[in-house]
């Protein structure tokens, strides 16, 4: 019996077979598109945090790169279907992993979880506004932008400086040294001087570098009060006085 004859004697019949191979083929081709967004999603991370390996750590680069592979690979799942937990799977090894290596180092930078979840959001309706209204589309894409430029260039690097500064408006705690130079030395701070203590290795190429650049600003400025703490390995019949006295003879 052939399509024709089945539809003439019983057309129900039919549609009831197309609806139901359809039913069957929509979640095959959903977990497709889900399957594929988890790829895209494990890909996203590897990019982002393979560059900051090689490239560099900033976080501005891991933000924007990550920004922009959420957001196409957002667009590219909404105009096959706006599939939200193809979204969430999509976003998760980034939001993972950056709360996990990133977030419990610095907290502060928590505001990259919910622009990398905007940029997704964005992206999976970007397809299905812009038919209806482009110009809500461009604006969204306006205001990701807008919200990036300012989570780069204004609060990471302020919010970076507070985290990571450890100078404190507090006077210096006393302490003892052995001194190996003539005079005495300072082991308190002072009323209305700046002491200035320098950790350096006798070893080490920079610190040795910028002894004379710090002893020109000491000559140019007589309310710096400098402190040497130096690291000198003793050779035999040596002691850590000679080594400093070698280093001073060398015009450091």
């Not at 977990?31 to 999603?41: E, I, V, Y």
């Not at 080490?204 to 710090?214: G, R």
Request: charged share 15%; net charge positive.
């Amino acid at each position: 019996m052939t399509v024709a004859s089945i539809k003439f004697l019983n057309p129900k019949a039919l549609r009831n077979a197309s609806h139901r191979k359809g039913m069957e083929e929509k979640p095959k081709s959903l977990w497709k598109l889900r399957l594929a967004a988890a790829g895209f999603g494990v890909l996203a991370l590897g990019v982002v945090y393979g560059g900051a390996l090689l490239l560099t750590n900033d976080v501005r680069l891991i933000y924007v790169s990550g920004a922009a592979l959420l957001f196409c690979a957002a667009i590219w799942i909404g105009r096959n279907k706006e599939d939200w937990f193809a979204a969430v799977v999509l976003t998760a090894p980034l939001l993972a992993s950056f709360s996990y290596l990133i977030l419990t180092e610095v907290p502060v930078l928590w505001p990259n979880l919910i622009l990398w979840s905007v940029a997704v959001v964005i992206g999976l309706l970007f397809t299905r506004i812009a038919h209806v209204r482009c110009g809500l589309a461009i604006l969204l894409v306006a205001a990701l932008l807008v919200g990036s430029t300012w989570y780069c260039v204004a609060y990471i690097p302020e919010q970076l400086a507070r985290s990571l500064n450890r100078v404190k408006d507090a006077s210096a705690p006393a302490f003892k040294l052995q001194p190996v130079s003539d005079g005495s030395v300072p082991v308190t701070s002072q009323r209305g001087k700046i002491l200035v203590i320098d950790f350096f290795s006798t070893t080490c190429a920079p610190c040795i570098a910028e002894l004379p650049a710090l002893t020109a600003r000491v000559r140019t400025w007589p309310k710096i009060v400098t402190l040497s703490l130096f690291s000198s390995p003793v050779i035999k019949g040596t002691t850590r006085r000679s080594a400093f006295e070698r280093l001073r003879k060398g015009g450091i």
